[in-house]
């Protein structure tokens, strides 16, 4: 493993600086477009009811199915990339999502998006773990924490941008139309991308081991056994065992029965890992990487975070239009201030961490915490008379500083010691705590809110929901200071 790093080290040192950088814009390129895609789905859901007739439970699965797919083929899409060639997997997955960008846009029923709302999870969940490998692959040092932060920055400007893009988009087109460009703004970013990919990626796109006199079907099997199969099924059956039942927690409590079938296919896939590294072959996830403590640490972080953070824009988008009776545009254009201030900070944060380290992440986390007492105070004054509703502009400015000041950078951290080699398959483990921690937390607080809402009013069980949230940061804040205090024994 170590002869292959070096490899990568020698053969990425050779390419210039502006390759580097050109490569950097096609990453972010197809991750704005996976990212937009997201948010902009939910300001079109009520369009797709009424344009296609679809039922409650369609509407769940055209967010759930898309989460799904994505996170049950992360990580084997990031080992994948790390044996093949991440370049070519990663045009793989931009093909595939732009191909199922166009079904959706031209679904004539609620089946036929859903289908290819699955497909385009899988084309997400292949090009994503891509592009967290390829700035480990070529971007060092400080460059690479400038590299995370323009990609922090393309997170918060998206996430912010697709809200209100739906809704212009949903007002232009009308009921019908309007919904499918929602997913037809997709393609000709998808396309540009391609065209981009392969004119600037090296070449090969696809890594050629030498095999010399192999027979095909040897150095397929070869091939199979580098990818680990069997522990790519059992990993991917676990993820969507543990995040089904809360995807569909509202339609069976039998439904929960899933979860302990998780838990005991990642224990399973745990030893086949182990049992496959002692046999001398490379597994699917060298599991060495979390005694690698800036790792574990850094991935219960992220998991944490958007355990709590992901919840707080569901939360404000149902206050927004049904506690206080505002238009969808005007709901997603509360989160604008936030997503820029969000861009500005991951790119001063990117280019800051190298040189302080996690105390970026802790000074993030803080102004989370801030944001989040601030929003209460805004909701409970509102209630009262006192304060406009839209002095939660301000207040969810300093959780957009925090989304910039903690994502990136923590990114770029936790990545700082894994191996070259297992670059796109650690930061889609990361990327899986993310979907997982996304989806737990948005079950589980939103869940608490509508239960709250039964005995209370939306300004008692959104603040009741804020305040939730804002223990789950604290969890991550005592994690990141944990972290920072065994750093600082270490360099004694």
């Known amino acids: 493993m170590q002869r292959q790093n070096n490899s990568n080290q020698t053969n990425d040192d050779a390419i210039d600086d502006s390759v580097r950088w050109r490569i950097l814009v096609v990453l972010l390129s197809a991750i704005s477009m996976s990212l937009i895609s997201v948010s902009i789905v939910n300001v079109a859901l009520p369009a797709i009811q009424e344009g296609l007739g679809a039922s409650q439970s369609d509407l769940q699965w055209v967010l759930s199915g898309y989460a799904l797919t994505f996170g049950v083929v992360l990580v084997a899409a990031g080992r994948a990339g790390d044996i093949m060639g991440r370049g070519g997997i990663f045009i793989i997955g931009v093909a595939v999502f732009t191909a199922a960008s166009i079904a959706s846009g031209f679904a004539p029923n609620a089946t036929w998006l859903n289908v290819a709302r699955f497909i385009q999870g899988v084309g997400s969940g292949l090009l994503n773990p891509q592009g967290v490998g390829m700035i480990q692959q070529y971007f060092r040092g400080g460059e690479r924490g400038r590299a995370f932060g323009y990609f922090g920055s ?5 996430v912010g941008v697709g809200p209100v893009l739906g809704g212009l988009l949903i007002g232009m087109g009308g009921v ?15 396309i540009a991308t391609l065209i981009m990919a392969f004119a600037w990626f090296p070449k090969p796109l696809f890594r050629h081991e030498p095999h010399g006199a192999l027979s095909v079907s ?3 099997l ?21 995040l089904f039942p809360f995807m569909e927690s509202r339609a069976s409590a039998l439904n929960w029965l899933w979860l302990p079938v998780g838990v005991a296919l990642v224990a399973a896939w745990v030893r086949w890992e182990r049992h496959y590294a002692r046999s001398g072959r490379s597994p699917m996830v060298d599991l060495t990487i979390f005694s690698t403590q800036s790792f574990t640490n850094g991935t219960l972080i992220m998991t944490l975070y958007f355990m709590g953070m992901t919840s707080i824009w569901v939360l404000v988008a149902l206050y927004m239009q049904q506690g206080v009776g505002k238009t969808a545009l005007q709901a997603g254009a509360v989160s604008i201030p936030a997503a820029f201030i969000s861009a500005l900070a991951a790119n001063w944060a990117g280019k800051r961490v190298m040189k302080y380290g996690r105390k970026v992440v802790i000074g993030g986390l803080c102004c989370a915490l801030a944001g ?22 301000p207040s969810l400015v300093l959780v957009g500083l925090a989304q910039g000041a903690v994502i990136s950078p923590n990114q770029t951290l936790t990545l700082a010691e894994v191996p070259l080699a297992y670059a796109g398959s ?43 949230i804002g223990l789950v ?12 205090r065994d750093r600082g024994r270490f360099q004694q």
């Not at 393309?154 to 998206?158: I, N, R, T």
């Not at 940061?473 to 920072?484: E, F, P, R, S, W």
């Open 154 to 158: 393309a997170v918060g400007v998206s």
């Open 176 to 190: 019908d139309l309007g919904w499918r460009l929602t997913f037809l703004v997709n393609v000709p970013i998808g």
């Open 218 to 220: 040897h150095r397929v």
């Open 222 to 242: 070869h091939m199979l056994r580098a990818l680990d199969p069997v522990g790519a099924v059992l990993l991917g059956l676990a993820v969507f065992a543990i």
């Open 372 to 393: 989040l007492a601030l929003c209460i105070m805004v909701i409970l004054l509102h209630d009262r008379g006192y304060l406009s509703v839209w002095w939660l502009v």
């Open 426 to 468: 650690s930061g889609a483990v990361m990327q899986t705590g993310q979907r997982i921690g996304t989806s737990v937390g948005i079950a589980i607080i939103t869940a608490a809110v509508f239960a709250l809402l039964n005995v209370t009013s939306w300004t008692v069980a959104v603040a009741s929901g804020f305040g939730l």
């Open 473 to 484: 940061i604290g969890l991550a804040l005592m994690v990141a200071v944990k972290d920072q």
